[in-house]
């Protein structure tokens, strides 16, 4: 199971709200891809998805008003 450093996975002022949101928007987007491929997954979307956050594959744009809560 992968689990990321929260410290670094949340910096630039990240919530963690915005990480769930746009792991599950980036999940959803995987295994949508992969139904209209027909692709079998091994591994699982959520996981996929926060890989590819934490590499800095996709970025996450939080509305200023929320950064500092």
Do not use: C, W
């Not at 919530?15 to 692709?39: F, P």
């Not at 997954?41 to 509305?63: C, F, Q, R």
């Amino acid at each position: 199971m992968f689990n990321p450093d929260l410290k670094n996975v949340l910096k630039n002022h990240l919530s963690r709200y915005s990480l769930v949101t746009a792991t599950a928007k980036r999940a959803r987007q995987i295994s949508d891809e992969a139904l209209e491929n027909g692709e079998i997954m091994v591994e699982k979307p959520v996981s996929i998805a926060l890989d590819e956050i934490v590499e800095g594959k996709y970025k996450v744009i939080e509305p200023e008003e929320i950064r500092n809560l």
